[in-house]
């Protein structure tokens, strides 16, 4: 009796590890270590120049670093050192990379070799089905991200430098094109208000958002096809398309409506021909950058509703950006278009979806709905009403740090620390995923197949 007793089980020692280094709790508890770190570092004197940060504000500060958000309490260029501002922009990469990736190239340095299960984690992280050629991929992505970055910052430093000087001008570029890149948001100038009739600095900060919000499964398909569309993978097409639709749409609809705003479009010190830049520059940021060029209080009803939506749905799928992903809501789309039209499957570009996509998909949504609607509920009930904390103001914070934008029209600012925490909890889910998260918190057990088929039941729809 006692040897088929659960705690003399030879095997419960090997379960246990198993379901602890499962690939979704690993990526989770490496984010929360990372995240627990970053408030370590940031709270110690040498990281600020005035008083120490407090324990939630160094947490909230390190969490939108890690989840590469861009809400902070504090002001990068002014409130932290050269110390501070290092462990930053280090947070900001690793996260928007994935510590994975870092740990992977480290062990390749030391010339270690990487587990299958280490091989899995990084195929998880890295939204591929398969743990095979992992490591050298990983690679790719960290030589491609040096690359890329590299060349931001070597163009935005002559203005960088003309604003800044030589030394703060050098780090100030660097530090910009890794916030761009990895779509953090942070930045060392107060606000890219500063740059508002400055094209080149605007489109330089577009071309990185942009390329990190795009996925490097995406990157490495354009190089392979040779930017020739026809050639490209289903969801490297799905993914250029809607980008497409949602930053030109968003920008054209934010022209629209701020075009007459005195206070964003129409502001006395903008020059008229920049105004669709900045238009653009907005619906790319909200995109999961988090950089704003006019203030969020300022826009109309309509741009509200404009913003709100592309903070929802964010970048792509295995990017630097977080949100509900863009091939999630083209899905959700294009089985909308499909029922409509009376088809029973997903058929774009003469590939047909297959029907657990469609489920992730809806189940994200769902999810995603969820979350955000019930810390909605949680901060209007914690937060005191104020000016700058309205019923709306507070959607929008939520929106956006679910996102992973950083936009803020002052709730951030006014948040208690108990508030401070929903909204680091909502950074977290956003970034991780809610599918990671939800099986990092669950004991699925795997699915198991069965030829048996139950009778269909019939159930009354709309």
Known sequence: MTSDSPKNDPFRHLQLRKWLLSPSRVLAAGFLLLIALGT????????????????????????????ITGLTVVQPGVDLTFFGQVVMITLIQVGGLGFMAFGTFFLVLLKKRISLSGRLILSDSLNEDSPQGMVS??????????????????????????????????????FHAISAFCNAGFDLAGGIEHYRNDAFVLFILMALITVGGLGFA????????????????????????????????????????????????????????????????????????GFQSFLQQDMRPGSYLVALLLMFIGASPASTGGGLKTTTIGIFFLLIVNVLRGRESIVVFGRTVKQTLINRAIVLLTLAVTVVLLAYLILTTILPPSEAVTPGHILYECISAFGTVGLTIGVTAEATNAGKIVLCLLMFAGRVGLLTLALALTNRKQSISTKAEYPEGKILIG
Do not use: Q
């Open 40 to 67: 370590a570092l940031l709270c110690l004197p040498v990281s600020v120049t005035g008083e120490p940060l407090s324990f939630f504000d160094g947490l909230f500060t390190a969490t939108s670093c890690v989840c």
């Open 137 to 174: 991929m990983t690679l790719r992505i960290l030589k491609l991200t040096c690359l890329i970055e590299g060349c931001g910052a070597i163009a935005l430093l002559p203005f960088m430098i003309r604003d800044f000087g030589v030394k703060k001008g050098i780090w100030a570029s660097v």
């Open 218 to 289: 995406v990157l490495f398909d354009l190089r392979k096809c040779r930017f020739r569309f026809k050639k490209l993978a289903l969801h490297s097409k799905l993914v250029l398309i809607f980008s497409a639709i949602l930053t030109f749409g968003g920008g054209l609809l934010l022209f629209l409506f701020e075009y007459t705003n005195p206070l964003t479009l129409s502001e006395p010190g903008l020059h008229p021909y920049m105004r669709p830049v900045n238009a653009l520059f907005e619906s790319v940021v909200l995109r999961t950058a």
